[in-house]
């Protein structure tokens, strides 16, 4: 009896941990900006067409009527002829995901930052890819060359069997390294070409802050959820189970009382004899 009060008391114990954990996480999301309006000073985002580099933008918003700023904002995503690449939509929070024509990417910006009070924080992250976008291109050039040149060479009839098996297999090695250089600078112009700019919205003063007993509640309820799931998701193997232990045990059944029956009729005979 000891032994279980005090595994129950363990269990109790981790959920308590547990549902602090989330509070704890949850107003960290809520408080998560230190400038009230980084807009103010904000620096102008100057494209360099000589260079490849790669914008990612990053903002918290936070406003009562929120979803009425999104809407505007997308609206003007869709000026700039930007798009949603994800969305992931809450009760009171989205997360949004846009790509922004690096043309644009500026005016997209100065647009959120022109709305007073509405970022809770901002960030604004680059990355030069010029080194490694040059060496990919250099790169690919040489193999197309190559490539052109071997295929010239199978144009000679005087080459043999052996000789045109070999150019076709350095061909073939060429393609699988020019496909793999074509996907990376995609890549790399895909990320170029298109800024990213991500955007946590949050709805402000329209929610209550969950309770611990709230969600020590929750965490119970998930719990024996999650134990009747399991149990559904092991009925069938258990009745498949049960079916086939009926089975064996019948089979066993029935071979032992064959046996017993065969030694009766052998214990008579020997008695008759």
Do not use: W
Not at 83 to 96: A, F, H, K, N
Not at 140 to 157: F, G, I, N, P, Q
Not at 182 to 211: F, I, R
Request: aromatic share 12%; with cysteine; proline share 1%.
């Amino acid at each position: 009896m000891k032994k279980i009060a005090k595994v129950l008391l363990l269990f109790l114990f981790c959920l308590t941990l547990f549902a602090c954990g989330k509070k704890a996480s949850y107003n960290g999301a809520d408080k998560g900006g230190v400038n009230s309006n980084p807009a103010s000073d904000s620096a102008k985002i100057v494209v360099d067409d000589d260079r490849k580099i790669i914008y990612n933008v990053s903002y918290v918003l936070e406003a009562k009527d929120i979803k009425s700023y999104q809407k505007k904002i997308e609206g003007k995503l869709n000026e700039l002829t930007g798009y949603i690449e994800t969305l992931d939509t809450r009760t009171y929070y989205s997360t949004c995901v846009y790509r922004v024509p690096k043309a644009n990417l500026d005016t997209f910006v100065q647009y959120i930052d022109s709305f007073d009070g509405l970022t809770n924080d901002k960030s604004i992250k680059t990355e030069d890819i010029s080194s490694s976008y040059n060496s990919y291109q250099a790169r690919k050039e040489v193999l197309e060359a190559s490539r052109t040149s071997y295929v010239k060479m199978l144009e000679d009839d005087t080459l043999s069997v052996h000789d045109i098996i070999e150019i076709n297999d350095k061909i073939e090695k060429i393609d699988v390294e020019l496909r793999e250089i074509y996907l990376q600078l995609d890549t790399y112009g895909s990320l170029v070409d298109y800024s990213t700019v991500t955007v946590h919205y949050y709805e402000k003063g329209e929610y209550s802050e969950p309770t611990f007993f709230s969600e020590y509640a929750e965490y119970i309820s998930d719990f024996f959820i999650t134990i009747g799931k399991v149990i559904l998701y092991l009925l069938p193997f258990a009745a498949i189970g049960g079916v086939a232990a009926v089975i064996t045990i019948a089979s066993i059944k029935h071979h032992n009382k064959k046996k017993r029956e065969n030694n009766e009729n052998k214990n008579n005979d020997n008695k008759e004899e």
